[in-house]
């Protein structure tokens, strides 16, 4: 009896210590790979040309920018104006650009289409546009905006980064609206205050 006692937690222990040395290993498989993780976390910046996702999620806070509600044809067909963005989101300009839409989309959604257009999903191969395409405004540098109104004139257009205050008075001016009073005025947006507050 002794003997098949001690055979019993002999075979025992050869499987517990076989067991133990797989869980040892991999415990250290995963304390690797944690590490490795820690040691390289996702290094999204406001401040560089790199592809981080969404930019109007990550950095406008409103991923519901895009994709666009309504095209530029439908807009005018309702006459009603249009503000046309023209982005990429590896821009360091453009993420730093996100915020001011995302101003301009609460504030003025109700009375204006905001259509952001991705520059990589134009046809830049076509020869020509019609005044109802979006890439027909298109000149090359993002971010680009540009207002147009129900009847399709275009009101303005600026390439490049800029404040919303800029873009809110544009936007007054095609709505036909007064300017802001003073005490409406935001914060100069076209310089950064942190990277996660622009």
Do not use: H
């Not at 095609?174 to 507050?197: H, M, Q, S």
């Amino acid at each position: 009896m002794e003997e098949f006692i001690f055979k019993m937690m002999k075979n025992w222990l050869k499987k517990s210590f076989g067991l133990g040395i797989r869980l040892a290993i991999a415990c250290i498989t995963l304390g690797i790979l944690l590490g490795t993780l820690w040691a390289n976390p996702v290094q999204a910046k406001l401040t560089d040309d790199t592809y981080d996702g969404n930019i109007f999620a990550l950095y406008g806070g409103n991923g519901s920018i895009v994709p666009p509600r309504i095209s530029l044809a439908q807009s005018l067909q309702l006459g009603r104006p249009a503000m046309v963005v023209f982005y990429v989101d590896d821009s360091a300009d453009c993420k730093r650009f996100s915020p001011i839409l995302n101003l301009a989309q609460g504030f003025y959604s109700k009375s204006l289409s905001l259509i952001a257009i991705p520059v990589d999903s134009l046809d830049l191969q076509k020869g020509s546009y019609a005044p109802t395409e979006e890439a027909y405004y298109y000149k090359g540098t993002v971010p680009q905006t540009v207002l147009i109104s129900g009847e399709g004139k275009v009101s303005y257009d600026r390439e490049g980064l800029f404040g919303f205050e800029e873009l809110d008075s544009a936007i007054r001016g095609l709505l036909g609206l007064p300017d802001a009073p003073p005490e409406l005025k935001f914060r100069k947006t076209d310089k950064a205050i942190n990277e996660v507050n622009p």
